[in-house]
């Protein structure tokens, strides 16, 4: 065997399926050996002790991107990648945003822009549809589907974003028909806005307001919405932030009897509960995400999602906002939950919650974790088996995972820019020490080992779920109006 150019010995790998304690040969940006033992390459990292993982994917994240409030988010492709990667991320699929009145193509060619001099992890898009003119539907979706892009998010709420029923079927039409499969944020936007507007007129401004007003039965509603408009037409949808018991148990009864939901969950969730946002003052603003954190219950019940297949992805939804003018209060302390940017920083805390909270207290195996953060990623936003698993030819995309290092998080950790951190105070277990991507030690060493801009994006496939569904026999509602509408 030619030198090897990186081996990673003695460790424990685990992929989605085994757990093998073998060694991993990496040529260039490859993985093209693995065996109980190798000899030492050029450059030798020996794990033992440790877990070695694939590296993990973060498929839902929001990284120098306008939110649907037109508020900008605080990390760039710079930062938002550097701290994926402190937290064993090695891919994000962040969103190319589609505002009203401007193109899809120069909302695409736009993000590669910002992307491509400051990645320094790989990275795809999925873009958001915030009007789905005919022009978009038919000409310019297909042409950003054909780059790579092959996935698209959907909202049902927010005004600058939420689609109607028909407009939602219009989308989920093309997403058949162009082989894109849909990512779907639920929430009722008629109850969400009616429960505001009645809080504010009484006063009832303050963050922890924010979690009345989206309550868990707008979540739940827009849930049976979407499955039942995804049923129609047999198309595969992904409902993305999943935060309450009724919605999970929606999406778990539809799967039971064959409906193509997928579903996503976040670290928030898990951790955090509506209490962190009954803070003094506005303080709170800065654990109000959108769905809302819910309670202990919710908690356990997303718990039991994770383990028994309910959610297929465990994403970070990072959504770092400041907590400024600019951002999380923008009329200082007179700012009211209907005025503040939605959502949580998390996308470098999210893989070592889910080892800390799930692998290490029995919730979940070893090879689950890969699994939630990893693999199926891979496999439901068509990057599989180049990314989201150490196999021989995939990308040497690893994360080496320590054990034993508990840490108390303190902001001053973290290499986002966003200024704090939800998570402050929290005590977690096991972390990523070394971290690579296509070959390269990105993170060793508590230190940044790769230039800005070394990532690239990923020209991405098409997805498991929609490439599933092409082959297999259709049933239910959508069999006999797919046979009178093409
Ligand atoms: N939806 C998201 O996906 N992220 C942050 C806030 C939101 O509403
Ligand atoms: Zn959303
Ligand atoms: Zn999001």
Redesign the pocket.
Known sequence: MDKLDLTIRHGTVATAAETTRCDIGIVGEKVVAIAEHLPAGARDIDASGRYVLPGGIDS?C?IEQL??MGIMSADDFYSGTVSAAFGGTTTIIP?AAQHRGTSVTTTVADYHERARTKAVIDYGFHLIIGEPTDKILNEELPAAIKGGITSF?V?M??PKWKLEDYQLLEVLNVAQREGALVMV?A?NDDMIRWIAKHLIERGHGAPKFHGVAHDALAEAEATHRIIALSRLLSVPVLI??VSSPEATNTIRAAQTFGAQIFAETCPQYLVLTAEDMDKPGVEGAKWC???PLRDKAAQEAIWAGLANGTFQVFSS?H?PYKFDATAKIPRGDQTTFKEM????PGIEMRLPILFSEGVLKGRLSINQFVALGATNHARMYGLYPRKGTIAIGSDADIAIWNPDIEQRIDYSMMHDAVGYTPYEGHVYKGWPEIVTSRGRIVVEGGALKVERGSGQFIVRGQPGPVAATQTAKIDGPARKLRSLIR
């Open positions: 839902h929001h939110s649907g969103f998010k909202y709420t927010y944020h929430e993305v932030h995400c959108s769905p939804d959504a940017a939605n959502g949580v």
